[in-house]
């Protein structure tokens, strides 16, 4: 090797020892610095957590019960959102098979693959209750989805996104309108079956003649012990109430009642039910203590003997001496069920909060629900930084629309079937007192929405709720007027100068159809409607309960105009009904709406006994035999704290034929349906 070639080894060997050191160095430094950032992250961890955590970007509870494949699945990364989109794909082709089983089964792992991922519930419920349900071919089958996709909003996606607008807006919009609308062929038989479930759990509405009672019947459920099990264990006294009343063997019953043979032992032992502190005990009660319904569950063996089921449990829960701890039980249990995240998820304080704030909701009402997602996710979703301003403004106005409709179908006039809920009698009747509610709600959410927008002019509803609070209150004007009253037309009075005031033109005057009289102006809308099913049926039913009015002060003649005048526009609005295959926009038959509105009549505290006494008397026969048993406890107890208290006897005489009629109701409904025939060929539908 030459002497050149020598040094230059020399210097490359001396360099590449050189980079060695300095390699070593490098790593050192480099292993020192990202021990320190580990260091550094891990004091960060907490902090970054809790930004987590008020940016609602972490799950706060466990997912259980994931199937091993999907749990291993959930471990994959950004894999994970590779199964997400097949399982999409797969979903539509399995709807496509009507393989619905299959379906629901994948949708629940989807949910469970994404929980925080709100899009997949609403996907998931939106196609339970609308795209498979409609593929059902009876109202029950439909029902079982409709009812799958609420419940798996309100019983799952809530509970894992429990600050999620978007889940409560569209919890509020399946009540609204695919139970509360007449989109569905089976709309009815969905309002009869949520009004039945929810009777159950609330039982048969209270007997009350004022708001307030209703609101301090619900105090108590709002009151009642949040650990039933152990408020049970720690009150001696309840907790015998309970082991009497759950279900006792031929031995058991033996020695309650010595007297008894083991046949009579055996036979009664069959006929007892299960019941404990829970739902099977709610359901008892809606069923078998009905105290004011003609709907007493009866078996009739012959005209002499009737057996009454369950007879032992019936008469130990309609004792009167026990009557306190069943209520104290009952509101305890309905307490539990609604709070149930399995059942109902629902918060009673805020339920009640609602009835101080609105009035006595009736929670059979699909609208008393659309209002309580709207409202309750607004409130329980207000502050939060990511939520979304489009489905918080439309999440309020499902509000409006829940109140709208409540001050159209706020009253429910109910006939349950328990054996076949789909097939109850339900007819909602419109509620007036929820009119100005609404109007305080447009007006004081138009603030919280809009109320720094340029716009915005104090007292209104805003910019973007203007025209439907403007919409709302022209029909409350028509449905104040035609419920007729000082005190109704008075308030409608004041809508149309409210609407005079702001409802202007693009250059602030006023529209020409306010500049005019009221009467003018009222003439004018009605002439709009008829055509429409709300408002044909408004007027019809407005109309019906305008003649029991006329007929309570005496002017027979006007009584009997305004009946005829209900029938022509019921007339008018079925002129093409042979279009509707369906029946799904046909109104129930004349004599089934007038005996609605006779019973609602009677139940009115606002209507004087006097009042009362003089309509009963102008009723045919068969309407006051459909309404006797419904409408007596509400006249019995007007009458007895009137001062001085009057007879019921004579104010409500009971109709001959009673007995008869309990035991066949369906041949009066079938008199009523051809009411409006006999008054064709001349009969008179208000007697002198």
């Known amino acids: 090797m030459s002497q050149a070639a020598q040094s230059s080894m020399e210097t490359y060997l001396t360099g590449r020892a050189s980079a060695a050191r300095s390699d070593r160095w490098v790593r050192l430094l480099s292993g020192l610095l990202a021990l320190v950032c580990l260091m550094g992250a891990m004091f960060l961890v907490h902090p970054i957590n809790e930004i987590r955590r008020e940016e609602q970007l972490t799950l706060d509870v466990q997912i259980k019960g994931l199937p091993p494949d999907i749990a291993l699945m959930t471990k994959l990364g950004t894999l994970r959102a590779l199964a997400i989109d097949i399982a999409f794909i797969r979903l539509e082709d399995l709807k496509m098979e009507n393989r619905f089983f299959e379906l629901m089964q994948l949708s629940d792992w989807l949910c469970k693959l994404a929980p925080r991922y709100p899009t997949v519930w609403k996907y998931s419920a939106w196609n339970m209750a609308y795209n498979i349900s409609v593929c059902q071919y009876s109202d029950k089958a439909r029902w079982l989805w409709v009812s799958n996709g609420i419940s798996n909003l309100r019983n799952r996606g809530l509970v894992y996104n429990p600050k999620s607008i978007s889940l409560y807006k ?23 079956q949520l009004a039945v479930e929810m009777e159950r759990i609330f039982g048969e509405p209270p007997l009350v003649l004022e708001d307030d009672q209703a609101v301090d019947r619900f105090k108590k459920i709002v009151e009642a012990p949040r650990d039933l099990d152990k408020w049970i264990e720690e009150n001696p006294e309840i ?5 009497r009343m759950r279900r006792k063997d031929e031995s058991e019953l033996l020695e309650l009642n010595p007297d008894w043979t083991p046949a009579e032992a055996k036979a009664a032992a069959e006929d007892e ?3 404990s502190a829970n739902e099977t005990l709610l359901s008892f009660v809606a069923e078998y203590l009905r105290t004011y319904s003609n709907q007493e ?7 002499e003997y009737q057996i009454v089921p369950h007879k032992r449990q019936r008469d130990l829960l309609s004792d009167p001496t026990n009557a306190e701890l069943l209520d104290q039980l009952c509101a305890a249990v309905r307490s539990d069920v609604l709070r149930d995240a399995e059942k109902y998820n629902m918060s009673v304080e805020y339920m009640l909060s609602l009835m101080e704030e609105y009035g006595p909701l009736d929670w059979r009402s699909c609208f008393s629900h659309a209002l309580y997602w709207a409202s309750y996710g607004d409130h329980v979703t207000s502050g939060i930084k990511n939520r979304d301003d489009a489905d918080s403004m439309n999440a309020v106005r499902f509000i409006f629309f829940a109140l709208d409709q409540l001050s159209r179908n706020g009253k429910i006039i109910l006939e349950p079937n328990f054996d076949e809920p789909g097939k109850s009698f339900c007819d909602p009747q419109p509620d007036a007192r929820f009119i100005r509610h609404m109007h305080e709600a447009y007006i004081k959410y138009g603030k919280e929405q809009f109320g720094d927008h340029p716009d ?9 709720y203007s025209t439907g609070h403007e919409n ?10 035609l419920a007729g009253g000082k005190k109704n037309l008075d308030e409608a009075k004041e809508y149309y100068f409210y609407l005079r005031k702001f409802d202007l033109d693009e250059f602030g005057n006023v529209k020409p159809w306010y500049n005019t009289t009221f009467k003018a102006f009222i003439e004018r809308q009605f002439k709009e409607q008829l055509d429409t099913h709300s408002g044909a049926r408004s007027f019809i039913q407005a109309f019906l309960l305008r003649s029991l009015k006329e007929a309570a002060v005496g002017a027979v003649d006007r009584s009997i105009q305004s009946f005829n005048t209900a029938k022509s526009w019921w007339e008018y609005f079925h002129r093409d009904m042979d279009t509707d295959r369906n029946t799904r926009r046909k109104m129930q038959p004349l004599g089934i709406m007038r005996r609605d509105a006779a019973l609602v009549f009677m139940q009115t505290p606002a209507y004087s006994a006097q009042e009362k006494a003089r309509v009963w008397k102008s009723l045919d026969l068969t309407t006051r035999k459909a309404i006797y048993d419904d409408a007596l406890p509400y006249v019995e107890q007007q009458c007895k704290t009137h001062n001085p208290p009057f007879a019921v006897d004579k104010v409500m005489p009971q109709p001959p034929g009673m007995e008869d009629h309990r035991k066949n109701p369906e041949s009066v409904l079938t008199e009523l349906e051809h009411f409006d025939e006999s008054v064709s060929q001349g009969e008179k539908p208000i007697s002198d």
């Open 297 to 303: 569950q009866f078996v009739v063996v012959d005209d």
């Open 456 to 464: 915005f002019v104090e007292g209104t509803a805003g910019p973007n």
């Open 239 to 243: 907790k015998r109430f309970v082991d």
């Open 170 to 192: 569209e919890l509020s919009w399946i009540f609204y309108h695919k139970i509360g609308d007449k989109l569905d062929d089976s709309h009815r038989a969905y309002k009869a």
């Open 472 to 481: 709302f209150l022209m029909r409350a004007i028509r449905q104040l007027y």
């Open 273 to 275: 039910v299960e019941l």
